[in-house]
């Protein structure tokens, strides 16, 4: 092959590379945490009804606590969603192959719904929430090989505090010695998945 | 050149990957075993739900009785890596019961999940 013919199959070779390292990729991250809540307890009606009409209705919830003389039942539904732009550099910064600079950005959309009883186990409030909230941006450099998320999403992801109900007291000092008011044991009250954990009665989890 | 065009195109689909993981956590989900008893209202105690479905997930006291929750969490994951685009999708399914009994401790009210989760327990 001339030289002419190398150098035109060279430039042709780099063009190919530089084509596929500079396009964007794109990354979508999704995690769905239960399904969408088949009802919003509309045709519940506080005063009426009563907790076998809201179970044969809703089924089981995802949280449940004693509150003073009665309790309340939290449904809860949850998805997240991410979208990652990243940019390759290919061969032109060394190692630029295997790098990838990326932004990222989150969503949720929620559906929560509170049903709150008295001692006699009668319906006496209901409230329902859908948000799709925001979760901010996110940006890092990744492998090629990888695929992580940007945005802190930790907060939602937590598994449920029932899983380990059970060895609540085998926790260090001062957890153990407050899990009467702790938001995890059932007997203390509900949190909505996501509630930041520095205030309220989480503070006492702190050493 | 034409080798060399073809190899150029396919090094990159040979960095796809597919990966597929699943998960299962919480207690066993017995009340789908076929040998579950029947739960019935004014009759069943809390005895009975015990010895069937073992240990709860969590025991509540509530005003004139108790209420067992039962959890079981299951997550499934799948990823596709194509270099240009990449997907990973994560999804946690919930398959749970809950009784609530009286004083004496008798079955009053209990549900089980809408959509149940498959039973990989012994029978």
């Known amino acids: 092959m001339s030289d002419g013919g190398r150098r035109v199959l060279l430039n042709r070779v780099l063009l190919h590379w530089l084509i596929l390292a500079l396009l964007p990729s794109c990354t979508y991250i999704r995690k769905e945490y239960g399904r969408p809540l088949h009802h919003d307890g509309s045709t519940l009606e506080a005063g009426t009804d009563d907790l076998a009409a809201v179970l044969e209705v809703l089924g089981p919830p995802s949280q449940v606590s004693a509150m003073g003389s009665g309790f309340a039942l939290l449904y809860e539904s949850l998805g997240i969603t991410e979208r990652q732009l990243g940019l390759s550099f290919g061969n032109l910064i060394p190692q630029g192959d295997l790098i990838e600079p990326s932004v990222g950005w989150a969503a949720t959309e929620r559906e929560d719904l509170l049903l709150i009883f008295d001692a006699e186990r009668r319906l006496v409030d209901r409230r329902y929430m859908r948000e799709d909230i925001s979760l901010g941006l996110g940006g890092g450099v990744e492998t090629i090989f990888t695929v992580s998320n940007l945005v802190d999403t930790s907060s939602l992801q937590d598994p449920f505090d029932v899983h380990a109900w059970g060895t609540e007291l085998l926790e260090p000092l001062p957890r153990a010695l407050n899990r009467g008011q702790s938001l995890d044991h059932g007997e203390a009250g509900l949190q909505l998945r996501g509630t930041p954990t520095r205030v309220g009665q989480h503070t006492l989890d702190r050493p | ?123």
């Open chain 2, 1 to 123: 050149m034409r080798h060399l065009q073809v190899l150029v195109l396919i090094v990159p689909c040979l960095l796809a990957g597919c990966i597929t993981s699943s998960g299962r956590s919480g207690v066993e989900n017995r009340w789908r075993a076929e040998s579950a008893p029947r739960f019935i209202v004014g009759t069943t105690t809390r005895a009975e739900v015990l010895t069937a479905l073992g240990p709860p997930s969590q025991l509540i006291r509530l005003d004139g009785g108790m209420c067992l929750y039962y959890l079981t969490e299951d997550t499934g994951e799948t990823s596709i890596i194509l270099v240009l685009f990449n997907s990973t999708w994560t999804k946690t399914r919930y398959d749970r019961a809950i009784f609530f009994f009286d004083e004496q401790g008798v079955l009053t009210e209990f549900s089980t999940s809408v959509e149940p989760l498959e039973y990989d327990g012994e029978e």
